[in-house]
């Protein structure tokens, strides 16, 4: 069995997807043992000396931070914290971001600034190794007191509460307990706080969005060069003198990857008729840079917060300090979020352009892409459903962060809306996906029209494996299908097997 420990190291985006999707198991160092039992010991001996209220410990919460609490009570205020908070509704968080929060949530409390019990963080490690997933909804987060409603869900197994699935049956709280002939969890003092105070709803979507991220920016270059051949394009434009005197990062990394692409191309060797191309084929690395550098941008910023302590107090005992702050406060994530769904957007704007200029009839190829057009309407309808995809992610793409509403009476008086700006932006990408798809499908017919000259040896191979699943289409059939087909080829295909891909890495 392998094991991922659980330490100071810092969790990079290779090593989150080896540990969530690879089955590794996970286990506390010694040193995070070490520190979560200090500050726990620490706590505890702050309380009996001290009778003075400490938010959130001996307090209530929120607005009701001045109403003190009595120590017999204490246990009952955290379980009450979190079955009061569980206010989640929507559709369910999918398994894999459920997993991702599990992980984020039990690294942000084994840095030992946040009194969680020994016992509490090893269940939810117990909940990670087993596959035991808490029911989490994706609305209810204002994204300010961290995710409280989504993390509450998240804590509420601990004390035989709530519903969660295992090997893909529902069980309640108190059943999954049973099972496993688990303990029910007795909360003390500040623990509902720590497991409900955190960035880890946003933090799992951002992870799990940057690494569909990468992987769509490269399907990007590739279907806009296949693409981009089939309209019988320029490569000047991908010359690396244009992009040395203006050298964006992921300007540079565009050009030079469509170039790669396009080695030993009959395609792009031949004499051009057209010496410049509409934007959308001459100016994706430009277009796909800006992108590129987006999601770099937001990369640095989901992994400061990933290794970050983002509850509320925070427990400092060298320095002998409980401080109550705002890291909880999803704001990074919240700017970051809405750019990167405004930056992925683009992608689906450049791609329903070149859909567009293929089935237009220039450039040697038929009206729609079809050899009888008239008879057949051939690919007319598909650059209508990506022109209604694409317009609906520039609606998704209004900014989230933009927004704030007062909530708990006016003591959080300015919350960042990161978790809607988590979720729309699943839904853009989700939907560049699609688009990207079905510009492979306009790419590959028309790619047809261009033998017997053919493209590059390696996008000849893409090509082939592509057409096994979606052949050539002589005449009208249900188009459906085979946009599903394409989608699947695109969620299926590994990118990460250097045999057959070349210039990709997270």
């Not at 894999?96 to 969680?116: D, N, R």
């Not at 117990?126 to 869900?153: C, R």
């Amino acid at each position: 069995m392998s094991y991922h420990i659980i330490s100071d190291k810092k969790l990079e985006l290779p090593l989150i997807q080896e540990i969530v999707f690879t089955e590794k198991k996970l286990k506390l160092s010694e040193e995070s043992i070490g520190n979560i039992i200090k500050c726990r010991n620490y706590l505890d001996d702050k309380m009996q000396k001290t009778k003075a209220p400490i938010y959130g410990i001996n307090t209530g919460f929120g607005s009701l931070y001045n109403v003190k609490i009595s120590d017999e009570n204490l246990t009952k205020l955290q379980e009450n914290l979190v079955m009061s908070h569980a206010c989640g509704t929507g559709e369910e968080v999918p398994a894999e971001v459920v997993k991702l929060m599990l992980l984020l949530k039990i690294q942000s409390l084994s840095y030992g600034y946040s009194g969680i019990q020994l016992k509490t963080i090893n269940r939810l490690i117990d909940f990670y190794n087993k596959g035991v997933f808490p029911i989490i909804y994706t609305q209810g987060s204002l994204g300010a007191s961290g995710d409280l409603a989504p993390l509450a869900h998240l804590a509420l197994p601990l004390i035989g509460k709530g519903k969660v699935y295992f090997q893909d049956k529902l069980y309640s709280g108190e059943e999954i307990l049973k099972k496993f002939e688990w303990e029910k969890i007795e909360l003390q003092s500040k623990e509902g706080l720590a497991l409900l105070n955190g960035t880890q709803f946003m933090s799992a979507y951002g992870i799990l969005l940057l690494l569909k991220s990468h992987k769509l920016s490269y399907f990007a270059d590739l279907i806009g060069t296949l693409s981009l051949e089939a309209y019988d394009g320029n490569i000047s434009p991908f010359n690396e003198l244009i992009h040395f005197i203006r050298p964006h990062s992921g300007q540079v990394k565009t050009a030079r990857r469509i170039k790669s692409f396009l080695e030993k191309s009959e395609i792009i060797s031949q004499h051009k008729e057209n010496i410049q191309d509409p934007y959308s084929f001459r100016c994706m690395p430009q277009v796909h840079g800006a992108t590129k550098d987006t999601i770099d941008f937001v990369e640095k910023t989901i992994l400061i917060e990933v290794n970050s302590v983002t509850d509320n107090p925070n427990i400092f005992v060298e320095a002998d300090e409980i401080i109550s702050g705002g890291n909880f406060h999803g704001q990074p994530l919240a700017l970051a979020l809405d750019f990167l769904g405004i930056a992925m957007a683009e992608f689906g704007s450049l791609s329903e352009r070149r859909i567009f200029q293929l089935i237009s009839g220039q450039r040697n190829l038929p009206p729609f892409l079809v050899k009888k057009p008239g008879l057949n309407s051939g690919f007319m309808i598909p650059q209508y459903t990506v022109a209604s995809i694409v317009s609906q992610n520039k609606q998704w793409a209004t900014p989230a962060s933009v927004d704030s509403i007062v909530s708990s009476n006016g003591q959080e008086d300015h919350v960042s809306m990161g978790a809607n700006a988590a979720t729309k932006t699943k839904k853009i990408i989700d939907n560049i996906e699609t688009i990207l798809g079905i510009e492979l499908f306009n790419a590959s017919q028309a790619l047809k029209f261009k033998e017997p000259l053919k493209t590059s040896p390696f996008l000849e191979k893409i090509l082939e494996l592509y057409r096994e699943e979606v052949p050539f289409i002589e005449n009208d059939k249900v188009l459906h299908d085979e946009i599903e087909k394409s989608i699947s080829f695109i969620k299926n295909l590994n990118i990460e097997n250097k045999e057959l891909f070349r210039s990709f890495s997270i």
